[in-house]
């Protein structure tokens, strides 16, 4: 059971990144996926999330309009693919796994990453 995150790093203003999440294949398969972010201080928050069959996302209102999440079930990837990036961007990004279609809290995900840090450059 391991989920692996990558494509983190520096951004300017404006700037798009995609993040990636490598996962096994007993994850992939059988759970809704999401993407959190975390900076110090404060508590970890949902970004997007999105259904086992990837007919169903949600993204919050923080972010909507810039990210999009997806999902290569052939890959077991998970992707974030960010763009106009702000500065309140900056935190470490979480790849999650739940075992529900769609789940929205962080209680309710049972398998994380180690993260990969998204941070603004001015």
């Known amino acids: 059971v391991q989920l692996v995150e990558s494509g983190g790093g520096l951004v300017q203003a404006g700037g798009s990144l995609r993040l990636s999440c490598a996962a096994s294949g007993s994850i992939f398969d059988f759970n809704a996926m999401g993407w959190f972010r975390q900076t110090s201080g404060k508590e970890r928050e949902l970004v997007v999330t999105?259904?086992?069959?990837?007919?169903?996302?949600y993204t919050a209102g923080s972010v909507e309009g810039r990210f999009a999440i997806s999902r290569d079930n052939a890959k077991n990837t998970l992707y974030l693919q960010m763009n106009s990036l702000k500065p309140e961007d900056t935190a470490m990004y979480y790849c999650a796994a739940c075992e529900g279609w769609m789940c929205y809290e962080v209680g309710n995900y049972d398998y994380w990453g180690q993260g990969t840090q998204v941070t603004f450059s001015s």
């Open positions: 999105i259904s086992r069959s990837g007919s169903d996302t």
